[in-house]
T-cell receptor, first 110, second 114 residues
Framework: DAGITQSPRHKVTETGTPVTLRCHQT?????MYWYRQDPGHGLRLIHY???????DKGEVSDGYSVSRSKTEDFLLTLESATSSQTSVYFC?????????FGSGTRLTVV | QKEVEQNSGPLSVPEGAIASLNCTYS??????FFWYRQYSGKSPELIMF????GDKEDGRFTAQLNKASQYVSLLIRDSQPSDSATYLC??????????????FGTGTQLKVEL
């Protein structure tokens, strides 16, 4: 996906460990978002950012924190990973018809 | 709680037929509406958006919006096997601009059979 990169693409981690996912954009877009996608639940917003150091909670923010110290990077941290956080995580940038998703990170918590 | 409802499917249609995908939403204040296509293992990609009541056509795709009844639909004409994917409906409380916190439905799986 042009302009937006997620890392890692896949990760397996153990319960109780901290995990950080990275979203990097080259579009200089103000707005960035983290979603998780689970069967039967669709895409749900975790956190979003409307500028450097400006973030807010989404629908399913418990157990997650975010940081945005630079326009291009939006980090999602699972403080202490649980099996319920096994999911596919998507970062998105933009607004309206410019909403673009990254390729996703598949996280498995064992 | 704001909700977007879709039939999970799978919806099976023969090649060349019209596929009709439906979505209802609960927030009457919703202003803009989007259809995303998501192939298995891939990220969602925008295929249609609509703001005003009525129909909007783009190639083989037509989006239909009825705000009074709070539903939005997507028609795919001359369905092709390459249209087989999950279609996500998304709703936005604002019309345009940034800070869009989209609310997504769970998606409808479409299968186009030869």
């Amino acid at each position: 996906d042009a302009g937006i990169t997620q890392s890692p693409r896949h990760k397996v981690t153990e319960t109780g460990t901290p995990v950080t996912l990275r979203c990097h954009q080259t579009e200089n877009h103000r707005y960035m978002y983290w979603y998780r996608q689970d069967p039967g639940h669709g895409l749900r917003l975790i956190h979003y950012s409307y500028g450097v150091k400006d973030t807010d909670k989404g629908e399913v923010s418990d157990g997650y924190s975010v940081s945005r110290s630079k326009t291009e990077d939006f980090l999602l941290t699972l403080e202490s990973a649980t099996s319920s956080q096994t999911s596919v995580y998507f970062c998105a940038i933009g607004g309206g018809i410019d909403y673009t998703f990254g390729s996703g990170t598949r996280l498995t918590v064992v | 709680q704001k909700e977007v409802e879709q039939n999970s499917g799978p919806l099976s249609v023969p090649e060349g037929a019209i596929a009709s995908l439906n979505c209802t939403y609960s927030d009457r204040g919703s202003q803009s509406f989007f259809w995303y296509r998501q192939y298995s293992g891939k990220s969602p990609e925008l295929i249609m958006f609509i703001y005003s009541n009525g129909d909007k056509e783009d190639g083989r795709f037509t989006a239909q919006l009825n705000k009074a009844s709070q539903y939005v639909s997507l028609l795919i004409r001359d369905s092709q096997p390459s249209d087989s994917a999950t279609y996500l409906c998304a709703v936005n409380p604002i019309l345009t601009g940034g800070g869009n916190k989209l609310t997504f439905g769970t998606g409808t799986q479409l299968k186009v059979e030869l």
